[in-house]
């Protein structure tokens, strides 16, 4: 059945007309909806869309675009997150003083990058320097040249090893996430290009090493363009700025509310 096909059915057997409906007859829809308790708000969009578009083909006007279907997705929210117990985690990019560095192993293809060393030298370039005594001891323990970073000699890892092996480091590490957010395999990545970002690394160059061939991909799913730079995101990724002297710039002081 399609989200179209839902709607038609939820208004035949509530007796109300579909094509046009009134707002007020849709508004109706998201309560049924949520008493079905099996759309989560998240998923709301996908059951709505789809009324306005065959609306809009018919030369109607989508019956969500009264002012009263943003209050209704909020209490939408809320209500499901009063049956749940509390509101959904988010998921959230780790922030760069929470990585010392990673390098995530791929299973499918592999990708050849050349990192800038700090504008000071390897003396003042912690996270290559680790990088390489890693990658000596690796070596020396049997390890193939091409293997994925950071795997166990001769283990070939799956695509979720970092969800796997990220818990154990951040518990080695003692962090643990703020309140009412989880860090998970992604976190690791888009916790770097939002730290890139936040620096003012220019976009295309987050998206090369991202390797997305759309920077629109990586501006909406990986950067949370709310995170302000701190040192520790100057540290990793200042590099990648042309004319970076190897001073931090600007950081964020004082914390959040």
């Known amino acids: 059945m399609t989200a179209w096909e839902r709607f038609q059915s939820y208004c035949t057997g509530a007796g109300l007309r579909s094509l046009p409906a009134h707002y007020t007859t849709v508004a109706g829809y998201v309560g049924w909806l949520h008493t079905g308790g099996t759309v989560s708000a998240d998923s709301m969009g996908s059951y709505l869309s789809p009324v306005d578009t065959v609306h809009e083909l018919a030369g109607y ?7 009263i279907f943003t209050r209704l997705r909020k209490g939408y929210l809320r209500l499901s997150a009063a049956r749940a117990g509390g509101m959904p985690l988010y998921i959230a990019p780790l922030p760069a003083n929470q990585a010392f560095h990673k390098s995530e192993g791929r ?28 990658h000596r ?11 994925p970073m950071f795997a ?6 799956g695509p979720r090893v970092t969800s796997l092996w990220l818990p ?9 996430p703020p309140v009412g957010v989880r860090w998970s395999g992604k976190s690791l990545r888009s916790g770097a290009a939002t730290a890139a970002n936040a620096v003012g690394v220019p976009l295309a160059v987050v998206a090369a090493y991202m390797e997305h061939s759309q920077t629109a991909v990586t501006a909406r799913s990986y950067i949370d363009a709310r ?13 990648y700025i042309s004319n970076w002297s190897g001073i931090p710039g600007p950081v964020r002081k004082g914390g959040y509310a």
């Open 61 to 67: 006007p989508p019956p969500t675009a009264n002012p």
């Open 107 to 134: 299973t499918r293809s592999r990708s050849a990058f050349l990192v800038p060393v700090h504008p000071h030298g390897y003396r003042s370039d912690a996270p290559l320097r680790y990088l390489l005594a890693w």
């Open 137 to 147: 001891h690796y070596l020396a323990a049997g390890g193939s040249q091409l293997a």
């Open 152 to 157: 166990a000699v001769g283990d070939r890892p």
């Open 168 to 176: 154990l480091v951040l518990g080695w590490l003692g962090a643990s």
């Open 227 to 239: 995170f302000l730079p701190t040192a520790a995101a100057w540290y990793f990724f200042g590099r």
